[in-house]
């Protein structure tokens, strides 16, 4: 079902393709000007932690906002590289670089704004969702170079960013109209749920089934090997 969403999203990018294409621009030019927005994305939030206020949510929004239009350089850099015929192995292995240095990227903004702002948890697991991110990409990356295919799993990188910018956004676009709410049980020491958690909450997910994928992906790996 996701493959088929994922191609009918890749076609519905053909008339940007087109005119990205007339501009003589690389695919590594593409992965660099993808590069760049993720880490505006990053910056938005640590101003966010610098000079915003707790509870203000329009730096998340932004943040939601320019993450998905990096993923969206993200799409167009590889299809660019398979249009154009300028698909080599160092553009591969450039790509898969700079996807991980985006992604640490973005959970350091992550991380840094909710352990500014006393979220500590949350920014643990924003730290934990990185390292199975980092994961999901290193076992497909060693099983590939000792010969075996390794694509299974759930929470691949456009997934990945997905979740959390349209978490990000819909925090936002939610607590617009809500305004500021939480719920709280007396004996519980913690906050139960408030605005904020419309975007942690898939953080928490993204962490648990980023590490589930990666040991998915090593059992896929020894029952081939």
């Not at 990227?105 to 948890?121: C, D």
């Not at 170079?145 to 936002?172: D, F, H, N, W």
Request: glycine share 8%.
């Amino acid at each position: 079902m996701w493959e088929k969403i994922k191609k009918r999203a890749y076609k519905l990018l053909d008339p940007i393709l087109n005119i990205t294409e007339k501009t003589g621009i690389s695919p590594n030019g593409i992965t660099i000007i993808g590069f760049i927005i993720t880490i505006t994305a990053a910056v938005i939030l640590i101003i966010g932690a610098e000079i915003g206020t707790r509870g203000d949510t329009k730096y998340i929004t932004w943040f939601g906002i320019v993450l998905l239009t990096a993923g969206l350089f993200d799409m167009l850099d590889g299809q660019l590289a398979r249009k154009t015929g300028k698909m080599t192995k160092f553009g591969a292995l450039f790509d898969s670089v700079i996807d991980r240095y985006s992604e640490m990227i973005m959970f350091f903004g992550i991380a840094y704004y909710l352990v500014s702002y006393h979220y500590f948890l949350s920014g643990v697991l924003a730290f934990i969702a990185m390292i199975g991110s980092i994961m999901v990409s290193y076992v497909r990356a060693r099983a590939e170079g000792l010969g075996v295919e390794c694509k299974v799993g759930l929470m691949q990188r456009p997934e990945r960013v997905l979740t959390i910018g349209i978490s990000a956004i819909l925090y936002g676009f939610i607590s617009y109209f809500t305004g500021t709410f939480k719920i709280e049980i007396n004996f519980f020491p913690y906050t139960l749920f408030e605005n904020i958690s419309i975007f942690t909450i898939p953080i928490f997910i993204t962490a648990v089934l980023t590490n589930y994928t990666a040991f998915q992906r090593l059992n896929h790996c020894r029952k081939i090997m």
